[in-house]
T-cell receptor
């Protein structure tokens, strides 16, 4: 079965530090990949997505992610975090072209940015 | 996302009570989903519906039922609530297009005593 692993459950950074959150998935076929963000007390919002083309995807608020097919990875990065980036980040995968659109979510990474 | 609304936003109920959570969307999407979020477990799919006549179980459907009253409305029911159903519940929608991005509602925080 498909699964998504986010190895960092909690990350604490100081402002201006660089961020990289890991995401690995288990499905061997063609996939669509997503990063969602959940700010404290709010709902999930789409940060960025990859379907095809350039494996380096740029999203909102200075975030980017790189799809490395050989490593089954889709890591999220930001060169310099801000206090307002404090949130929980979820990686998600679904099967491209499948009959269903079932997103499989990782367990999330809670990021705390200290001012 | 203001296009996906959920009611109530917060609810406290007692064990054994029946409770319904409602979701409405104005995005015109045909696909709707119910997830629950638990700390450390991420989001898990409860039920999903691809149109009014199509209802499917997700990975954790036991203890829940759903109703797709119209394209824009998808309700989740707990027939007899139990404490381990205490969680944050999210509704989501998507359309039948290649990108199939899901858009989430604001969530309903449910506490079962």
């Amino acid at each position: 079965a498909q699964s998504v692993s986010q190895h960092n459950h909690h990350v604490i950074l100081s402002e201006a530090a660089s961020l990289e959150l890991g995401c690995n998935y288990s499905y061997g076929g063609t996939v669509n990949l997503f990063w969602y963000v959940q700010y404290p007390g709010q709902h999930l919002q789409l940060l960025l997505k990859y379907f095809s083309g350039d494996p380096l995807v740029k999203g909102i608020k200075g975030f980017e992610a790189e799809f490395i097919k050989s490593k089954f990875s889709f890591n999220l990065r930001k060169p310099s975090v801000q206090w307002s980036d404090t949130a929980e980040y979820f990686c998600a995968v679904n099967k491209y072209g499948g009959a269903t659109n079932k997103l499989i979510f990782g367990t999330g990474t809670l990021l705390a940015v200290q001012p | 996302d203001a296009d996906v609304t959920q009611t109530p936003r917060n609810r406290i109920t007692k064990t054994g009570k029946r409770i319904m959570l409602e979701c409405s969307q104005t995005k015109g999407h045909d696909r709707m989903y119910w997830y629950r979020q638990d700390p450390g477990l991420g989001l898990r799919l409860i039920y999903y519906s691809f149109d009014v006549k199509d209802i499917n179980k997700g990975e954790i459907s036991d203890g829940y039922s759903v109703s797709r009253q119209a394209q824009a409305k998808f309700s989740l029911s707990l027939e007899s609530a139990i404490p381990n159903q205490t969680a944050l519940y999210f509704c989501a929608t998507s359309s039948v297009e290649r990108e199939e991005t899901q858009y989430f509602g604001p969530g309903t925080r449910l506490l079962v005593l």
